[in-house]
């Protein structure tokens, strides 16, 4: 039985998106087996973060009957599954999307972790998303208007019945100005699970179609989300240990012991 986490925020544009293709490939780095799905079914644009648009096959045709989710199951960058959405509006027509929870239960045995990134708002399309995860996550920026509808999205998460894991900061860029990371937990009263600082990597590799994970995997954002990966499934973060092993390694080779 898989882990079926709901990652929301309420705010459009708090990084949803990039967090959920980026995790997705962070916790296969972990050696779980993952399927991403972008329930955004009007603005879908999980397959572009990561170059896989173009699908003929879609969710909007499983939500409409036509096709069954494991048809729409793909193969995506860094052994990742996807479920893309699709970009077309014309398949767009007819779409209903209350029928989520029942067609991901097909799912429920084909990976270990299913992560659904939910479209913006608390229209009928992010709620059916929300109430499809058994657990949800929050993507805030450090702004008044995103903390107030990720409590919103909080509150509704849990007359749904969701386990609230807690807030990711997205986009924090730690200036004296900023709402702290204490703040914004008293605020949400949840645990923030990671900050994500702003990294211009993030939208230079989404012009890629790559994910950043795997193009810039140094890079400040990368760091942070594999944390975040490695605190979601109860694992200590260890890129330490490898640049310690990458110190011990270097010391080993100038005394040539290597
Ligand atoms: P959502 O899915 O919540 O609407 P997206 O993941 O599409 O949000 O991100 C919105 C925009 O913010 C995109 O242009 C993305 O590249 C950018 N973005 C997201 N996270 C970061 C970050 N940590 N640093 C810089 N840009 C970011
Ligand atoms: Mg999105």
Known sequence: ???????????????????????????????????????????????????????????????????????????????????????NLETLKGVDPEKLKDVLSELFYSAEILLIDAPAGLGKDALSAISAGEELLLVVNPDISSLSDALKTKII????????????????EFSNSEITVDEISVILDLPILATIPEDKNVRISTVYGEPLLLKYPDSPASIAIK???ATLVGEVFTEEIKEEKGLKKLIKGLLGMG
């Open 227 to 229: 944390k975040l990966a």
């Open 157 to 172: 998460g849990k007359k749904l019945g969701c386990k609230v894991l807690g807030a990711v900061l997205n986009r924090a």
């Open 1 to 87: 039985m898989s882990r079926v986490i709901t990652i929301a925020s309420g705010k459009g544009g708090t990084g949803k998106t990039t967090i959920t293709a980026n995790l997705g490939v962070a916790l296969v780095q972990l050696g779980r087996e993952v399927i991403i799905l972008d329930a955004d079914i009007e603005m879908a644009n999980l397959e572009l973060v990561l170059g896989m648009e173009g699908k003929e096959l879609t969710l909007h045709d499983v939500l409409k009957g036509y096709a069954s989710i494991r048809d729409v199951t793909y193969e995506g960058p860094g052994g990742v599954r996807v479920v893309p959405a699709g970009i």
